[in-house]
Nanobody, 114 residues
Framework: QVQLVESGGGLVQPGGSLRLSCTVS???????MAWYRQAPGKQRELVARITTGSTTIYLDSVKGRFTISRDNAKNTVSLQMNSLKPEDTAVYYC?????????WGKGTLVTVSS
């Protein structure tokens, strides 16, 4: 079955950068892939989304700092995060939306602190 595995999280100083990657097993016939994040006690929020046509959308607070991309026959999706801020601290989840359902990864923790 389809599985999503995130990687690339870790501890970074404010102003630093991290690149998250999501590996999707098998082939997914879908509409878009996205990155969500959730901080403790907070609601999950959409960070960035990219369609099969490479149309992108970003959370206003990350616009200009984060870049989502997909490659390898749409089997992977990455999130390049630059100029990180403490408010970016959260567990980041990869999401793949197909015509049938959403598939979620287990998440990778990003901590921005000095």
């Amino acid at each position: 079955q389809v599985q999503l595995v995130e990687s690339g999280g870790g501890l970074v100083q404010p102003g630093g950068s991290l690149r998250l990657s999501c590996t999707v097993s098998g082939t997914i016939f879908g509409i878009y892939m996205a990155w969500y994040r959730q901080a403790p006690g907070k609601q999950r929020e959409l960070v960035a989304r990219i369609t099969t046509g490479s149309t992108t959308i970003y959370l206003d607070s990350v616009k200009g700092r984060f870049t989502i991309s997909r490659d390898n026959a749409k089997n992977t999706v990455s999130l390049q995060m630059n100029s990180l801020k403490p408010e970016d601290t959260a567990v980041y989840y990869c999401d793949a939306k197909t015509t049938v359902m959403h598939y979620w990864g287990k998440g990778t923790l990003v901590t921005v602190s000095s």
